[in-house]
Structure formats: C-alpha cells, structure tokens
C-alpha cells in the first residue's frame, strides 16, 4: 500500500485551470481517471488526511503510485478528454456502464444499394440507420411484418438476394406484395430507396403524415369507384395504425426525448433509460455498476450520459434529455451533448405533468433492474465464494484464488500445436484476458514439452512487464519484450494465484517446473485429469479427490472445459487456414486480385497447372514474367494427397485457389 505523500505533486506545481487527470500504479497501469474545472483544487481533495476520505477513494490513492494531468481549454474539452481516456485504458476504479446484453436493434441499412430492413445487434454501422434498442427481437419482427404493406422494403440477406437476382424470379415476400422486388427490377433503386427512406421516417415518429396521405388515397379510390384499391388501402391504414397501438402515445406533444433514471444503494447503481419519438416510447435499455469510486447521484448521471452518448451523433442524441439529478457542470455536459446532435439540447429534471409521471415509471424500472439484479448476484456471489474456498482449502493455500488461469494443449496428430490461456476472476470468466499460443520450440506431438513452453512464455511477459526499468528482458523473443509504458491494461501484466493445466501428472511438473526455472513460488500449479476428474499437485503421488458434489470441482470442471473449448477452436481455425492455402500464394508479386482473375478464367489450380505460359498472358492484368513465376511455383508445389473431411468422410477438392468440399 503505497503512502499518497510519497508522490504528492509539490506546490504550486499543480495549474489552476480545466484538465483531466490520471492516477497509475506502481505498474504505471491507469486506475483512475477523472477531470475538474481547477485541477489545483481537485486534486488537493485526494491528498488529505486518509482518515478523511471515503473508503473508496482511500483504497485508490493507496494503490496508485503516482498522478499526472492534462490541461484543457474549457470544460467541454475536459468531458470529452475524460470519456476518451476511460473508454482506452478501462480504469478499474472508475464507474463504467456495461450491457448485461446484447439489445436488438430496428436496422436499416442506407449504405447499400438496395436498403434492407433487418435486427441487428453489436456495434453500430456507419451508414446504417438504427431504431431501437427493443427488449425483445419479437417484437421488431411483429412490428416489420405489419408495416411491410405499406413500406415494402428489402429484408432477404445479400445471398438471398443475389440468388433471385440470378434466378430472375422474386422470393414469396415479392409474390404476397411485402416486398417490392428490387431483385428481377420490378422498382429503380431510386425507388425503392424513397421507400427505405419513407420507412425511416415513419419510424421516426413523423406517422400522421402517411396515414392521412393513404386515407385521401383511399377515399380518392372509392370516389373513382376502384373498390378493390380502397380496400387495400384500407387495410395498409388498419395494418400502421396496429403498429402504432404496440407503442402508446406517452408525451401529447409527439416529443423526442430520452428518460434516464436511477436506482442506488451504497455499493451498486441500477439506470435505466426509455427513449421516446414522436412522443412514443421506441425502446429501453438498461445497466448495472458497481460503485467503484466515490460518486453521487449528478456523477452517476453524468457517467450515464458519456457512456450512452459517448458515441452517437445527429439525431441519435435527443432534442431533450431527462435526469433525475443535474451533473456538477450540467452546462458543459449540455453543450457537450448539442455538439454531439449538431443543434441545441436541453438538459433538465422533469417537474410536472406527463413527463414527471413518465419518469416515475423510468425509476420503477430503475429499482426492479436493481433489485432482480441483487438476488441474482447474491446467489452467484454465494455459490463463487464457496467454490474458491474450497479450492483453496483442498490445495492447501492460503487464501482463495482471486484470479486461476487454465492452459490446454491442442492439436491434431502432431500437426497444427497451439495452446489457450483462459482467466478467471472472482470465479467469472474474463474473456478480454483470454490468450493463444502457436508452439515455436518444436515440431511434432509432445503435450508435457508444450505445456512447458507456454507456461514459460506466459511469464517470461509477466517478469518483462513488471520490470519497469527493462533490465529483464528474455532475448530477442518479442513476446518477450517489454511493451511500451502507455498505462493500458497490459496483456500479461496480472499475475494469477492459481495456474490450472489441463492434464495430469506430467503436465503439472513441466508447469512447475517452467515456474521453478523462472524464480516464481508464489502461483500455485495444480492439473485437472479428465478420465476420473482428478486434481494433481507438483510433487505429489497421490492425486487430491474432491467430492463430485463439490463447488469446487464445479469451478475446475468449468474452467477446464472453458480452456479446452478455445483451444479446439483456435486449432481448427489454424488448420482451416492451412487447408485453404493455395500454391499461387507463393508467387511473389501476385496479389489476390490478380489470383481471383487467374482462378476464374481455368476454373481451377489443377487446370491451371496444366496452361502454358501464353494462356496464362490472356489473362487480364497477367504480364509474360508474372505467367512464368506462376508456372514455376505451380510446378514445385507438387499436388497434396486430397484432405478429407474427418466428420463426414468426403473428399476436399481443389477449387476457387484452394480447397473446397
């Protein structure tokens, strides 16, 4: 625990001005990040009597080493530096946000051609337009099926369009008249875009303009006594207004509005947030954090808002967002957020009327979010905390294994040797931590030489990543190599308290013994056997036999099973890899373009190898040296025995530059 006067910067060091702040570790690791109008007062806060601090900012000024700053221009520069800073190094003292899940999204995608409607998940699209996020994927559909009559647009995918392109013929969405049928020209692509776009709008909230434009059609219709057209109007009308009635009108004035509300107790925060267009609810989300650092409401609000909005622009960001707290400087957040929409947003706290109620049902949401969470996690938390005990109690450590990594060996008859690195903290896996090793040291199958290697390599980094002074560097390995000091989250700078391989007895003492080589005795090595599920320890004849009941074992089982699932993966993917590879990569110069160019003119590499030289000239883009570099290589890339596919027996042909079933 380190002593905040040892690094306390001098006085009058510290500028009075805007600016944005870093604490690091003695890893030179950020673990907090945070901005202030003065610096010179904000950071006098942290440099107090201990005793005078909140726990929480106690434990950070503690454990970090030392503090540096950025000065800024004004307060918007700072929020935005702020945001920037938390979203590249993670501090893991700093409240962030995260989705419990993925949420659905209305997409439609205005960077093709032919627009396509579609759910979408994951990060946004430049070029896309969102609508959203939904609970459920159910409920997108239900509402896409209903307004296809009126807005026919493109849903199939880029394969399936492609084909009917080919075939000449539309899909039954183009028959049963919910699709225009872009694919056999029944519409231009201006066309169908101005559907696209009309489809956007209408999601938007601007509704009462197509509704009232298809019931003057309708009557236009029956006026000229075309029946069977006013009927089928009607029935678009009926089938929008459905789509309406599934989002009832919340706020009278068709208002285009955010909601976030909170749900807090001393260790963690529930927001959530309902966005409204055109005065209907569009969709909600929300998230859980701990309280890591020592924050209010108006921070947490604030956090909120960088999170949510950190990445979105024009109309993504409201003309109006409701919080239940104001941020310390709500106008620079206010000013920070009109630049990000382009146009003036207003910040504020509902006081009355519809919005005011609005909100109430935000908070309920906020509070059952949180609750739910609670019993969910208290149950977790409980079965966790057992299982680390007991593991801890049946290696003989003295605490419980805060952070176990697992390694599995994979490969397939000697060909193709790799190894994954799985972690797990707090009984959890962490999949940003997760590692993959290709085996350098030799050729061949030797699981225990293996395992070895990767244990040794693992530390090696650890050692060159604590050294901060690089006096430890081992060789000219570059996995090896200390990287640069830039206070990112390192790849292998957090050392475990329990290294568990997958494998018995000989694969424990190689661990061991690639440990004992580096100087390390303070990781723990144990081997999970997978015939009778058997734990090994270095030096031991006798394996330790945990009770099949036990959580525990559970939690070695899981962590096991985690390692070897990755490493299978990874090994296939490198051999898929190898299999597709194609003789023309060895031609130097011959880029894929050209290779695409030469496969598609022969069909094949096996016709290929039978042209001469000039054939290969006729080829567009193929010079006479080229041609003969492509007939060298051809020829001293003898032809591979046929692979074959191990799971269903069949042979893999050559086709397409390489080999295809």
């Known amino acids: 625990m380190a002593d905040p006067s ?76 702020e945001y920037s800073w938390i979203k590249e190094y993670d501090p893991r003292f700093n409240v962030k946000y995260r989705d419990d899940k993925s949420y659905p999204y209305l997409a439609v995608t205005l960077n093709e051609e032919f627009p396509r409607v579609q759910v979408m998940r994951g990060a946004k699209r430049k070029g896309v337009r969102y609508f959203g996020p939904y609970a459920h994927a159910w409920a997108i559909r239900e509402t896409v099926d209903l307004m296809l009559r009126v807005f026919p647009v493109r849903t199939c995918s880029a394969g399936v369009f492609k084909n009917h392109v080919q075939k000449g013929r539309p899909c039954l969405l183009g028959y049963i008249g919910k699709c225009s049928a872009p694919c056999v020209g029944r519409v231009t692509p201006e066309e169908h875009r101005e559907l696209a776009e009309e489809f956007c709008d209408f999601m938007a909230g601007r509704t009462g303009t197509y509704i009232r434009r298809l019931e003057k059609q309708m009557m236009a219709a029956a006026e000229e006594m075309e ?257 640069e000091d830039d206070g990112r989250p390192k790849k292998f700078a957090y050392p475990p308290q329990l290294v568990v391989v997958d494998g018995g007895q000989p694969q424990v003492a190689a661990a061991q013994r690639a440990l004992d080589e580096l100087g390390i005795d303070d990781v723990a090595v144990c081997g999970l056997a997978k015939r009778l599920e058997e734990v090994w320890l270095p030096h031991d004849d006798d394996p330790v036999v945990l009770p099949r009941s036990s959580e525990g074992l559970y939690l070695l089982q899981r962590v096991r099973d985690t390692a070897h699932d990755f490493a299978i993966r990874y090994q296939r993917s490198k051999r898929t890899k190898r299999i597709r590879t194609s003789p023309l990569d060895a031609v130097p110069g011959l880029g894929e373009t050209r290779k695409q160019a030469l496969i598609k003119h022969f069909g094949s590499v096996k016709r290929l190898r039978q042209a001469t030289i000039e054939q290969i000239c006729e080829v567009p883009g193929m010079g006479r040296k080229t041609a003969e570099s492509v007939v060298v290589a051809l020829a001293q890339a003898a032809p591979a025995a046929p692979a074959v596919n191990t799971a269903t027996g069949e042979i893999i042909e050559e086709n397409d530059g390489g080999r295809t079933t």
């Open 227 to 483: 029946y069977e057209k006013a009927a089928r109007l009607r029935d678009d009308i009926e089938a929008l207004k459905r789509a309406l009635e599934k989002n009832a009108v919340v706020l009278a004035d068709a208002t285009d509005a955010d909601l976030i509300a909170l749900a807090e107790d001393e260790l963690e925060a529930a927001v959530q947030i309902f966005h409204v267009r055109g005065g209907r609810v569009r969709g909600q989300r929300g998230w859980v954090t701990d309280k890591v650092e020592n924050v209010d409401t108006a921070g947490l609000v604030e956090h909120a808002l960088q999170q949510l909005y950190g990445e979105e622009s024009g109309d993504a960001v409201p003309k109006e967002v409701l919080v239940p707290a104001l941020p310390e400087d709500d106008g620079a957040v206010t000013q920070w957020l009109s630049g990000r929409r382009g146009s003036a947003v207003s910040l504020r706290i509902p006081q009355r009327g519809d919005k005011k109620a609005l909100m109430e049902t935000v908070e309920r949401n906020a509070l059952q979010a949180l609750a739910l969470h609670k019993t969910k996690r208290a149950s977790d938390l409980t079965t966790r905390s057992r299982a680390l005990e007991e593991i801890a109690e049946a290696l003989g450590l003295d605490s419980a294994p805060l952070r176990i990594e697992c390694f599995d060996i994979s490969h397939l008859q000697g060909e193709d040797v790799v190894a994954s690195m799985v972690v797990f903290e707090d009984g959890l896996a962490r999949k940003s931590e997760y590692r993959r090793f290709q085996i350098k040291g030799f050729e061949g199958q030797d699981d225990v030489r293996s395992m070895h290697e990767v244990i040794a390599r693992r530390f090696k980094r650890y050692l060159a990543e604590k050294d901060r002074t690089g006096e430890w560097i081992g060789g000219d390995d570059p996995e090896t190599q200390a990287p």
């Open 6 to 81: 040892s690094y306390r910067p001098k006085p009058g060091q510290i500028p009075d001005s805007p600016g944005v702040y870093r604490f690091r570790d003695e890893h030179r690791r950020v673990i907090y990040v945070g901005k202030a109008k003065s610096l010179r007062q904000r950071l006098a806060n942290y440099f107090q009597d201990l005793a005078g601090l909140h726990p929480r900012t106690r434990s950070m000024v503690t454990t970090a080493a030392s503090v540096e700053w950025t000065v800024v221009s004004t307060e918007v520069e700072a929020l935005q530096l």
